[in-house]
């Protein structure tokens, strides 16, 4: 069966400190990929989407960036974060969008 | 350009009471339409989906929802809440062609004792 896997599930970094953010999924192949942030009362916001190893879409200009360095794969990074990074991070995947997304268990992300 | 509106930002409703949350899509093509449900601190899950065929729609936790194409409609409904059904919902629209989903702002259903 197919599964995501994210984490951590919760962390706190000081402002100006870098960010690594994992997403694996398993029993699948070639699916795209997705990050998202929620911020604290406000809704779904697209960060990042690959439909490949290497290709990675930004949807959203700020510090962060993200890479599939496998096709399974997708990292959310940043080099030094901000206070406004703070925010509930969630990868997805999908194989057709008419089928929907899966949804990994979520980052909650203080920066403090 | 396709966009989602979730017409109530709150629900607070009893429980055993029904419920309704309202979602309004605006696209000019054939649409798949979501809802999802996210506990706190959780992910979001799939609740429902419309493809095609039967405009209403069963999905799990005994919710359901109705496509209306006139109204550009897909309110999620469910007869009678329980106090576990309190959660964020989430209304999707993905167009045929494209691989993105666009989701509305959410509505905090909270089911009061």
């Known amino acids: 069966s197919q599964t995501i896997h994210q984490w951590p599930a919760t962390l706190v970094q000081p402002v100006g400190s870098p960010l690594s953010l994992e997403c694996t999924v398993e029993g699948t192949s070639n699916p795209n990929l997705y990050w998202y942030r929620q911020a604290a009362g406000r809704g779904l916001q697209l960060l990042f989407y690959?439909?490949?190893?290497?290709?990675i879409s930004s949807e959203v200009p700020q510090n962060l960036s993200a890479s599939r360095p496998q096709d399974r794969q997708f990292i959310l990074s940043s080099k030094k974060l901000l206070l406004s990074d703070s925010g509930f991070y969630l990868c997805a995947w999908s194989v057709k969008a008419n089928y929907g997304y899966t949804f990994g268990s979520g980052t909650r992300l203080t920066v403090v | 350009a396709q966009s989602v509106t979730q017409l109530d930002s709150q629900v607070p409703v009893f429980e055993e009471a029904p419920v309704e949350l309202r979602c309004n899509y605006s696209?000019?093509?054939?649409?798949?339409l979501f809802w999802y449900v996210q506990y706190p601190n959780q992910g979001l899950q799939l609740l429902l989906k419309?493809?095609?065929?039967?405009?209403l729609v069963k999905g799990i936790n005994g919710f359901e929802a109705e496509f209306n194409k006139s109204q550009t409609s897909f309110h999620l409904r469910k007869p009678s809440v329980h106090i576990s059904d309190t959660a964020e919902y989430f209304c999707?629209?993905?167009?045929?062609?494209?691989?993105?989903?666009?989701f509305g702002s959410g509505t905090q259903l909270t089911v009061l004792p």
């Open positions: 419309y493809l095609s065929g039967s405009t």
């Open positions: 696209s000019s093509v054939s649409v798949y």
């Open positions: 690959s439909v490949g190893i290497g290709q």
């Open positions: 999707a629209v993905s167009r045929g062609s494209a691989r993105q989903l666009t």
